[in-house]
């Protein structure tokens, strides 16, 4: 079975600075990942996936992850954020052995200031 | 196509209720999922379909919850007697075969039994 951690429950990030979100992930077999974002009393939107090819993904937003298969990381990262950014950010893997079906991280909360 | 409708978007109810959630997909997926979702915490795996087929249902799922999807179409998520444990989040999403599509989630049916 995988499983996922996000290495940090709370973010908090000024306007204009870069931010990191940590995750990792465990599984015994090739996955696939994702980075959702959930806005408040909104459902999940998807930001980028990995599903194969180039390790560094680029996605919705400006954001951008990297998956790292020997640390086992997907960190998302974009460099300069913006208030609008300020929502729950989840990492979610899947893979064959379980169908396909996303298991997700705890979530981070990332807060932009200005 | 207006993505994956849920309704209601809230709901309250008293101990020992029973409550149904609608969750209508987008039109041409074949397989729906419903997560539940706590204060805090990720998404959790509650059950999918592919078509009119329930696929699984996760331990999480008591004997109180039942789950339909009639005909392919929309899905509804019974909840019988509920308990104050029972408050959260209900997600429901769609895709089109595997996740490696992505999943299109709603925006919810938040929960709160008193």
């Known amino acids: 079975a995988q499983s996922v951690t996000q290495l940090d429950s709370q973010v908090p990030v000024f306007e204009e600075a870069p931010v990191e979100l940590r995750c990792n992930y465990s599984?015994?077999?090739?996955?696939?990942l994702f980075w959702y974002v959930q806005y408040p009393n909104q459902g999940l939107q998807l930001l980028l996936k990995?599903?194969?090819?180039?390790?560094l993904v680029k996605g919705i937003n400006g954001f951008e992850a990297e998956f790292n298969k020997s640390q086992t990381s997907f960190h998302l990262r974009k460099p300069s954020v913006h208030i609008s950014d300020t929502a729950e950010y989840f990492c979610?893997?899947?893979?064959?052995?379980?169908?396909?079906?996303?298991?997700f991280g705890a979530g981070t909360t990332v807060t932009v200031r200005a | 196509d207006t993505g994956v409708s849920q309704n209601p978007r809230h709901k309250i109810t008293k101990r020992g209720q029973n409550v149904t959630f609608r969750c209508d997909p987008i039109?041409?997926?074949?397989?729906l999922y419903w997560y539940r979702q706590t204060l805090g915490q990720g998404p959790e795996f509650l059950t999918y379909?592919?078509?009119?087929?329930?696929?699984?249902k996760s331990r999480l799922l008591s004997d109180r919850f039942s789950a339909e999807r009639p005909k392919g179409s929309f899905s509804t998520l019974e909840i019988q007697r509920t308990e104050q444990g029972d408050s959260a989040m209900y997600l429901c999403?769609?895709?089109?075969?595997?996740?490696?599509?992505?999943?299109?989630f709603g925006s919810g049916t938040r929960l709160t039994v008193v």
């Open positions: 990995y599903l194969s090819g180039s390790t």
């Open positions: 599984s015994s077999v090739s996955v696939y």
């Open positions: 999403a769609s895709s089109s075969g595997t996740s490696n599509y992505g999943y299109t």
């Open positions: 379909f592919q078509n009119e087929a329930q696929l699984e």
């Open positions: 979610a893997v899947s893979d064959r052995t379980n169908d396909y079906k996303l298991s």
């Open positions: 039109s041409e997926h074949n397989r």
